[in-house]
């Protein structure tokens, strides 16, 4: 039995002792290995344009984008919801509301 486990111990190690010289790291590594990148630049820094006092105001004067139909329909639904209408009497109110 003694022998059985001599011989078992001994295989383990033959079959497991070269996968742990893989890992081992040598003392001179960090010579061998590859150099870093450069640094990435600097960011780009760039002043923000600050309003004058004496320039004029600008507006927009474009209207707001309208509202999907279904967006609208939504809503109107929600709305009847919120003053108590029944479910026939919503679809009603959505109709007449969403256009």
Known sequence: MRRL???LALLATLLVGPAVR?????????RL????????PPPKIEV???PQ?????????QPLPRNSFGDRVTKC????AAAGLGPADRGT?????AN
């Open 48 to 50: 923000p344009k600050v």
């Open 5 to 7: 486990s001599i011989c």
């Open 77 to 80: 639904l929600h709305d009847a």
């Open 22 to 30: 893989a890992q081992y790291v040598s003392p001179d590594a960090a």
């Open 33 to 40: 290995a590859p150099p870093l990148p450069a640094p990435p």
């Open 93 to 97: 109110y959505a109709r007449s509301c």
């Open 53 to 61: 006092f004496d320039a004029p105001p600008r507006y927009n004067y």
